[in-house]
């Protein structure tokens, strides 16, 4: 029998697969739309159509369009109208003749505050309205001293500015009100990031809070610009928040400070002492800036702030022709204490650093679990640091656990600091292995008196430093030191230990991660092969495992990663700022290869 050689020729048979732009949140009553996205997976493509479950009873929702041709994108709205306060998953199933797959996503919808009033603000508003949702307030000075406890302002869609609505310049020291930790005041965009406030160079900067406390901030689209003659009474900061404590900022979509001055996207700051404390910073997406993304600044009363599930990319956004240059983190610590960064992401020029305030004590006790770092060009993926030679404004007992640290210049850098303890992290090199892992030395010539430069890792994991050294102290600088490598993982490096000292339980061969970041792979030989830090009995894997997430430093057992799509935590997408493939939130997760091993 003689058989062809020739491959026969076959036609793929039409397939395709959905994904979601992400959990999405609306208040009672309001309205939210997501991006439902059919992806040709294979042969001529054909019309999907598209229904879902799981809505709950009082919600309806719509499709726009109805169906559509691979690969396309249809907008679904859901109007929440009576549906109980609460948290659903939303099905999506989309069907083509006999074929049909599913994607899911999540549905927070908020109660209306029922403690006290709701009220309603508009560009196109008037001031002699009622406030109500037919007929809004127009400005924020006529609408945020009627706010008391309890109350809720929602911000229909548009675009405020300077020249219709004027800013939300609240302080709570002359005509806002505090809240109440069983009563807190809420500004919240009625549909979530449909309300842009955006910065015009003027007298005042888009967002302002001072010396407040029990708010919550969430679901607005705030940007300021590069404004060249704004005055000194505008600091240039997208949103600032100085001296208030127990503020919620969630799920806000944050750009753009202003580059001609020493400017942040989101910062909360103690300023002469004031405090900024208990603050919770949740699920904003950060973009485009010079300076710092997230800022936690001002010493020993800036303290027990948690910033969770946030996204920073500076998309490797350029510093202005003769405006302020600096360096640019995405999550930042000056000088704060008992703070915590977990299940973050910053990519693209952002990262993660610790310095003391100017002439400031150290940052002390802060932790940094489970986050991720991405492509920092140039600048180390997590890092403590100092100012001077002087004890008291040295870094002091940070903690740094499950962190991830991918093409960075060091993973983690440990400068003039005292007791950083690593555990259970990974730094892998970019294409030219020329990063560093894990590296400690000190500032400046001289070291200062008194005290121990220390650094402690364990159970960590550094890979295909090729040009770089999985593990560096430098003590050419003199100071007294100590440290210690224990149950810690090296391959591919072009040194693993430099020097060869104080290293126990040494692991070196392949740990086979195939293209794993975020977590240690089944077939690995480094799972259950680690020290038993937390004694329970069982052996750590080395090396990082993100895929739980962390609520004040404990870990949960709620997926960080939407099971079905991969993503990210991100809220409503808005065209032009963060739909922009490559460098966003909604789509991180293939970047770090989160499903696709």
């Known amino acids: 029998e003689i058989q062809s050689l020739a491959n026969p020729v076959t036609t793929a048979s039409f397939d395709f697969s959905l994904s979601t732009g992400g959990a999405t949140s609306v208040t009672q009553g309001g309205s939210v739309s997501n991006a439902i996205t059919a992806n040709l997976v294979s042969g001529a493509a054909q019309s999907v159509s598209f229904s879902t479950s799981g809505l709950p009873s009082g919600a309806s929702v719509s499709f726009s369009p109805t169906s559509c041709t691979p690969t396309c994108t249809t907008t679904l709205t859901i109007n929440s109208g009576t549906a109980a306060a609460g948290t659903y998953t939303i099905m999506v199933t989309g069907t083509a003749g006999t074929l049909s797959h599913t994607t899911s996503f999540g549905l927070t919808i908020s109660a209306v505050s029922t403690t006290g009033n709701t009220y309603y603000i508009s560009p196109t508003g008037l001031d002699t309205n009622p406030g109500t949702s037919a007929a809004p307030w127009k400005t924020f000075a006529f609408a945020i001293p009627k706010l008391n406890p309890g109350d809720t302002l929602l911000l229909k869609d548009g675009t405020y500015t300077g020249s219709n609505s004027g800013y939300p310049n609240i302080n709570c020291s002359t005509t806002a009100k505090n809240g109440t930790a069983t009563a807190r005041i809420t500004i919240q965009a009625e549909n979530e990031r449909q309300a842009f406030i955006k910065g015009d160079g003027g007298s005042i900067q888009p967002f302002t809070m001072q010396s407040c406390s029990y708010w919550n901030i969430v679901g607005l689209h705030v940007e300021d610009g590069d404004f060249i003659n704004a005055p000194s009474s505008n600091a240039g900061y997208a949103m600032e928040f100085r001296n208030s404590s127990y503020i919620t900022v969630?799920?806000?979509?944050?750009?753009?400070?202003?580059?001609?001055?020493?400017?942040?996207?989101?910062?909360?700051?103690?300023?002469?002492?004031?405090?900024?404390?208990?603050?919770?910073?949740?699920?904003?997406?950060?973009?485009?800036?010079?300076?710092?993304?997230?800022?936690?600044?001002?010493?020993?009363?800036?303290?027990?702030?948690?910033?969770?599930?946030?996204?920073?990319?500076?998309?490797?956004?350029?510093?202005?022709?003769?405006?302020?240059?600096?360096?640019?983190?995405?999550?930042?610590?000056?000088?704060?204490?008992?703070?915590?960064?977990?299940?973050?992401?910053?990519?693209?020029?952002?990262?993660?650093?610790?310095?003391?305030?100017?002439?400031?004590?150290?940052?002390?006790?802060?932790?940094?679990?489970?986050?991720?770092?991405?492509?920092?060009?140039?600048?180390?993926?997590?890092?403590?640091?100092?100012?001077?030679?002087?004890?008291?404004?040295?870094?002091?007992?940070?903690?740094?656990?499950?962190?991830?640290?991918?093409?960075?210049?060091?993973?983690?850098?440990?400068?003039?600091?005292?007791?950083?303890?690593?555990?259970?992290?990974?730094?892998?090199?970019?294409?030219?292995?020329?990063?560093?892992?894990?590296?400690?030395?000190?500032?400046?010539?001289?070291?200062?008196?008194?005290?121990?430069?220390?650094?402690?890792?364990?159970?960590?994991?550094?890979?295909?430093?090729?040009?770089?050294?999985?593990?560096?102290?430098?003590?050419?600088?003199?100071?007294?030191?100590?440290?210690?490598?224990?149950?810690?993982?090296?391959?591919?490096?072009?040194?693993?230990?430099?020097?060869?000292?104080?290293?126990?339980?040494?692991?070196?061969?392949?740990?086979?991660?195939?293209?794993?970041?975020?977590?240690?792979?089944?077939?690995?030989?480094?799972?259950?092969?680690?020290?038993?830090?937390?004694?329970?009995?069982?052996?750590?894997?080395?090396?990082?495992?993100i895929l739980y997430r962390y609520e004040n430093g404990v870990l949960t057992n709620q997926p960080l990663w939407n099971p079905t799509t991969g993503e990210f935590p991100h809220g409503a997408i808005i065209a032009g700022v963060n739909d922009i493939a490559g460098s966003s939130a909604f789509d991180v997760h293939k970047r770090l290869n989160v499903n696709t091993n």
């Open 250 to 545: 969630r799920r806000n979509i944050v750009a753009h400070a202003n580059r001609y001055k020493n400017a942040h996207l989101l910062a909360f700051e103690s300023i002469g002492g004031g405090p900024s404390s208990n603050n919770l910073v949740e699920e904003n997406e950060l973009y485009e800036y010079h300076r710092h993304g997230i800022v936690f600044y001002g010493g020993s009363s800036s303290n027990h702030n948690v910033a969770r599930r946030n996204y920073a990319s500076r998309r490797w956004y350029p510093n202005i022709p003769g405006g302020y240059i600096g360096g640019a983190p995405g999550f930042m610590v000056y000088g704060g204490k008992d703070n915590i960064y977990e299940n973050n992401i910053a990519e693209q020029g952002a990262w993660f650093n610790l310095e003391p305030t100017d002439g400031g004590p150290g940052p002390t006790n802060n932790k940094y679990i489970g986050n991720v770092v991405y492509k920092t060009g140039g600048y180390p993926g997590f890092r403590t640091s100092t100012h001077q030679a002087v004890l008291s404004n040295e870094p002091v007992n940070n903690t740094f656990i499950n962190d991830v640290a991918i093409a960075s210049r060091s993973g983690f850098y440990s400068r003039s600091s005292h007791n950083n303890i690593i555990n259970n992290s990974s730094v892998f090199a970019d294409t030219t292995g020329s990063d560093d892992g894990y590296l400690a030395d000190i500032d400046g010539t001289s070291p200062s008196t008194g005290g121990v430069y220390s650094l402690y890792v364990n159970n960590s994991l550094a890979v295909n430093l090729t040009q770089g050294d999985g593990f560096q102290v430098s003590t050419v600088k003199g100071g007294s030191w100590a440290w210690g490598f224990d149950y810690n993982a090296t391959y591919n490096n072009r040194t693993n230990y430099s020097p060869n000292q104080n290293v126990t339980n040494a692991f070196l061969a392949n740990p086979n991660m195939g293209s794993c970041y975020l977590w240690i792979p089944d077939n690995s030989p480094l799972k259950k092969a680690g020290k038993d830090l937390n004694g329970d009995g069982i052996k750590d894997d080395i090396g990082a495992n």
